[in-house]
T-cell receptor, first 114, second 114 residues
Framework: DTEVTQTPKHLVMGMTNKKSLKCEQH?????MYWYKQKAKKPPELMFV???????INESVPSRFSPECPNSSLLNLHLHALQPEDSALYLC?????????????FGPGTRLTVL | GENVEQHPSTLSVQEGDSAVIKCTYS??????FPWYKQELGKRPQLIID?????GEKKDQRIAVTLNKTAKHFSLHITETQPEDSAVYFC?????????????FGKGTKLSVKP
């Protein structure tokens, strides 16, 4: 398996809802990432997990809460989001944790906050 | 910190022509430069990358060149086809930098007209 998978593909939620995004890879990669991508913009890094430990949090609001249950899975828990949080949420993974390791992206979850 | 500028923001070519996209970076310590292709509604997909110990890399119709002195790198696509139409992002990351610290350019929308 050489892919990063994400579920769900689409998610619509209200500002009071709690939902979770899921990401999975079976390539034995030891680093996993969450990115946010607004329309016509490049991906923006949110979080980095290395060896299942959170190593980077790019000053993301606490309404986004990442979790790495094991080396293959990465979740992003969402609570009390704002309409401006609507975006494509991309997961990525890389073999190692060095900045020069190639990152492979999942297909993304398109999130709409009403 | 690193800053990556990408030009042009849009590029339209006739099928069969060549396309060139240029990026400049500010941090001389950057040493890894991937290029991602993103079709509408899909994931960013790595198409080619280059490390700073190499000046040029080619993969079929795609090539990347790197000029470390001038701090710029370019993507060259020859014999363009309609399926090359997409948004292309360049990125740079720094030796010893924070893991996951890919800095993206703003993207180039390439349209290949049949």
């Amino acid at each position: 398996d050489t892919e990063v998978t994400q579920t769900p593909k689409h998610l619509v939620m209200g500002m009071t809802n709690k939902k979770s995004l899921k990401c999975e890879q079976h390539m034995g990669h030891r680093a996993m990432y969450w990115y946010k991508q607004k329309a016509k913009k490049p991906p923006e890094l949110m979080f980095v997990y290395s060896y299942e430990k959170l190593s980077i949090n790019e000053s993301v609001p606490s309404r986004f809460s990442p979790e790495c249950p094991n080396s293959s899975l990465l979740n992003l828990h969402l609570h009390a989001l704002q309409p401006e949080d609507s975006a494509l949420y991309l997961c990525a993974s890389s073999q190692g944790y060095m900045s020069t390791d190639t990152q492979y992206f999942g297909p993304g979850t398109r999130l709409t906050v009403l | 910190g690193e800053n990556v500028e990408q030009h042009p923001s849009t590029l339209s070519v006739q099928e069969g022509d060549s396309a060139v996209i240029k990026c400049t970076y500010s941090d001389s310590a950057s040493n890894y430069f991937p290029w991602y292709k993103q079709e509408l509604g899909k994931r960013p997909q790595l198409i080619i990358d280059i490390r700073s110990n190499v000046g040029e890399k080619k993969d079929q119709r795609i090539a990347v060149t790197l000029n470390k002195t001038a701090k710029h790198f370019s993507l060259h696509i020859t014999e363009t086809q309609p399926e090359d139409s997409a948004v292309y992002f360049c990125a740079a990351s720094r030796r010893g930098g924070s893991q996951g610290n890919l800095i993206f350019g703003k993207g180039t929308k390439l349209s290949v007209k049949p």
